[in-house]
Nanobody, 130 residues
Framework: EVQVVESGGGLVQPGGSLRLSCAGS????????IYWVRQAPGKGLEWISA????????YYADSVKGRFTISRDNAKKTVYLQMNSLKPLDTAMYYC???????????????????????WGQGTQVTVSS
């Protein structure tokens, strides 16, 4: 059974930090690109970061560049998203998704939907508020 499970969300004050984790099982996790996307209340999905299978190529949306860092530990079949300098605008449900390929349509914002990916999780809520 394929599973993608996000964790680490919560309530944090502006300027604070959180680290999200994404654990995958039931598929060849080390060979997949892993993506983080988010959905703020009342808005559509926004792609925010991606990492290749080897962990040596990463991409970030302009909205999080310089504040968020994606990394992976293939031995643990886990991808992390370190989020620093959080802002209220970062409040959203954060989803982890996996695909065998780099989805250019996703990272360019042309087509951001969970259905674009091979697998995805149920999400973890991040709320940034004082």
């Amino acid at each position: 059974e394929v599973q993608v499970v996000e964790s680490g969300g919560g309530l944090v004050q502006p300027g604070g930090s959180l680290r999200l984790s994404c654990a995958g099982s039931g598929f060849s996790f080390p060979t997949y690109w892993i993506y983080w996307v988010r959905q703020a209340p009342g808005k559509g999905l926004e792609w925010i970061s991606a990492i290749n299978s080897g962990g040596d190529t990463t991409y970030y949306a302009d909205s999080v560049k310089g504040r968020f860092t994606i990394s992976r530990d293939n031995a643990k079949k886990t991808v992390y998203l370190q989020m620093n300098s959080l802002k209220p605008l970062d409040t959203a449900m954060y989803y982890c998704a996996a695909d065998r390929f780099l989805l250019v349509s996703v990272i360019t914002g042309t087509d951001v939907s969970l259905a674009a990916f091979d697998f995805w999780g149920q999400g973890t809520q991040v709320t940034v508020s004082s």
